[in-house]
């Protein structure tokens, strides 16, 4: 899958950010070349994220996986709902 594999590039390249404040305020800044957003995000984030994305020209993707299976992914030991890699 290929948003596993830009999060496992991300983690080695230390280019991921987590979280949804951090990823907004990147956005805002033209700093980011994807988002990704948990399936259980709430509804208000996604749209938040996925409009700025489409006005910062940024690959925005609401994933399959919830929270939990995303903060696995990134080997958090906590939820994650918003993350997002650099340029």
Request: a positive charge; glycine letters at 6%; one cysteine or more.
């Amino acid at each position: 899958m290929k948003i596993i594999e830009e999060i496992k590039k991300g983690m080695k390249g230390k280019t991921l950010i987590v979280g949804y404040n951090n990823t907004v305020s990147s956005l805002k800044k033209n700093k980011l070349k994807l988002v990704v957003s948990a399936s259980n995000a709430p509804e208000h984030m996604k749209k938040e994220l996925e409009n700025l994305s489409k006005i910062g020209k940024v690959e925005y993707v609401d994933s399959e996986k919830n929270n939990l299976e995303l903060g696995a992914t990134c080997r958090k030991s906590f939820g994650v709902s918003v993350l997002s890699i650099k340029k």
